[in-house]
């Protein structure tokens, strides 16, 4: 394996092959091989380090381990927290029988992972993939169904057909965090990436500084090229990174150290999460969601009839909704899904009081809903009927939305939340930073086959302009999905009806959608 390197003598600019193998592959910032290939005592070259060891770091770091182009680089992941509890996680060690934190994996995300080498690590027994999307108004009569078959090939469908075991290709899977987390560490852990990869994890990064700043202080060393960023670990190690990528979540240290700002706010709602089972005649393979001025509620298929809940709420309801016990908390779950706003809202009114008595106030309306024959026309639009909440499932979190002001500096790049944060609610927040790690692998390869220092802004630029407007864009439509949906004023649920309505009577209009949702 080699890459060009690009010499300069004189005025003019040459290339020749520099093998890449060992800790032999650093280039220096005019792309010449590098003096300082061997790490000095008091600081230690890298050309990536890759700051947080979550989902996208390190499907990031294996990318970068498996590459042929770039298995040579000597990369280092940084992470806070034990990975070795996820590495141990097998499902058996949860209080439920799916973790309560999911995540929606896109068509597009998938084919990343599978180029990193992530995918074939997933435990596939505890997926779901789904081919159709309820979505509806809770205040009108607006709805749309999306179904992947629309934009596949019958040669497409077979191959899906036969591969996951269901009509369809998928729109999407559904899988618990962990396990897909487990399977990007696991990757990790073969040979072809754990050559270059030095993954730190139980390490806390202190301060990151610039070979400038330690000139001030007369704490030079001279094997490390002035502007590289170190970092300074808490095992009292310090890494110098020809590129420095934050994948350090929406508070990154990276980005406050590259004085890269960002703009955005929290949301006054709070997701509620749960594990849920479905009554057993239920076919699951669908996702659901129904948009309520409270937030929408969605329903997200899992193995064995059970299903992910993902309810955004009001946050002044969320503690008196995880106060309720399992069965009334189903029940609550129950209004939300199927019957009338002003139901819903009437019992968000009453949590907490003794007079609230979930049962006889709608175990009637539910009942005579539940009992739709199945024949009915009716009973197609009908979402799952939540048997059950798992105990000890349920857990909330904050939302928020945050843009970073731009992705890249002079030897820095963001992905995933480091660089942006979305509301939930179209399940794009992690298909977003795979997006981000597909695309700065693609911009790095194209560098080292070009003889370029993989850490030069000008090398960054093509993952910026590729990466920022799409994000931003998507950012922002979800943004205003949220605020259009999160409102019972009439006008406005009268133009929410119409749209939904429109979306999914003109095919045409469906299926962009569709494709934008599969990435």
């Known amino acids: 394996m080699s890459s060009r390197i690009l010499l300069r003598s004189g005025q003019r600019w040459a ?3 520099q093998p890449l193998s060992g ?3 650093l280039l220096n910032r005019h792309g010449a091989a590098s003096a300082y290939s061997v790490a000095s005592a008091r600081t230690e070259l890298f050309d990536v380090v890759i700051v947080g060891g979550g989902i996208a770091g390190a499907t990031l770091a294996r990318g970068l381990g498996a590459n042929p182009v770039l298995r040579g680089r000597k990369v280092a992941m940084v992470e806070s927290s034990d990975l070795s509890k996820v590495r141990n996680w097998d499902g058996s060690n949860l209080n439920t029988v799916y973790s309560n934190r999911t995540v929606s994996i896109t068509p597009a995300s998938q084919t990343t992972l599978t180029a990193c080498g992530v995918w074939s690590e997933v435990d ?3 997926i779901q993939p789904y081919c159709e999307m309820h979505v509806w108004d809770g205040v009108s009569n607006g709805q749309v169904n999306f179904n992947s078959r629309d934009l596949t090939s019958p040669e497409t469908l077979a191959a899906a057909s036969r591969r996951d075991g269901h009509e369809g290709a998928p729109m999407a899977w559904i899988m618990e965090n962990l396990n897909l987390h487990r399977a990007a560490l696991r990757a990790l852990d073969r040979p072809v990436a754990a050559k270059t990869v030095e993954v730190m994890d139980q390490t806390r990064v202190e301060t990151i500084t610039t070979g400038l700043a330690a000139s001030l ?13 170190r970092v300074h670990l808490s095992s009292g190690r310090t890494l110098a990174a020809r590129l420095l990528v934050g994948a350090d979540g929406a508070n990154s240290p990276v980005r406050n150290y590259s004085k890269i700002g960002s703009a955005g706010w929290p949301y006054e709602q709070h997701g509620i999460v749960a594990t849920l089972k479905l009554e057993d005649s239920m076919v699951n393979t669908a996702a659901w969601q129904r948009f309520l001025p409270t937030g929408p509620v969605a329903i997200l298929p899992m193995p064995n009839n059970y299903a992910a809940l993902v309810w955004s709420m009001d946050k002044a309801h969320v503690p008196g909704l995880k106060a309720l016990n399992e069965a009334d908390f189903a029940t609550a779950l129950n209004v939300a899904l199927r019957l009338p706003f002003e139901d819903l ?19 009637q309306s539910l009942a005579a809903i539940a009992d739709t024959p199945s024949n009915s026309p009716r009973a197609s639009s009908l979402p799952p009927w939540v048997a059950r909440v798992e105990p000890h499932s349920r857990a909330s979190f904050p939302y928020k939305l945050q843009h970073a002001d731009r992705y890249i500096g002079q030897r820095v790049a963001l992905i995933g939340d480091a660089a942006h944060t979305v509301h939930p609610l179209a399940g794009q927040g992690l298909n ?12 790095l390869e194209t560098a080292v086959l ?10 960054l630029l093509g993952y910026s302009s590729e990466r920022y407007f799409p994000n931003l864009a998507m950012v922002g439509a979800v943004d205003k999905l949220q605020r259009l949906f999160s409102t019972s004023f009439g006008p406005l649920a009268a ?11 003109f095919p045409l209009l469906k299926n962009e959608f569709v494709k934008v949702a599969m990435g």
């Open 15 to 17: 290339y020749r092959l």
């Open 23 to 25: 800790h032999h592959g």
């Open 124 to 126: 596939q027994s505890r």
């Open 217 to 229: 202080s007369h704490d030079t060393d001279p094997a490390v090229p002035s502007e590289w960023p």
């Open 345 to 363: 809202q009437y019992l968000l009114d009453h949590l907490g009081s003794d007079r609230l008595n979930l049962t006889a106030e709608y175990g």
């Open 432 to 443: 977003l930073g795979m997006l981000d790690v597909a695309s700065l692998l693609r911009v």
């Open 450 to 459: 070009n003889g370029q220092d993989i850490g030069d802004y000008n090398c």
């Open 495 to 505: 133009v929410r009806s119409l749209g939904l309505n429109a979306v999914n009577h």
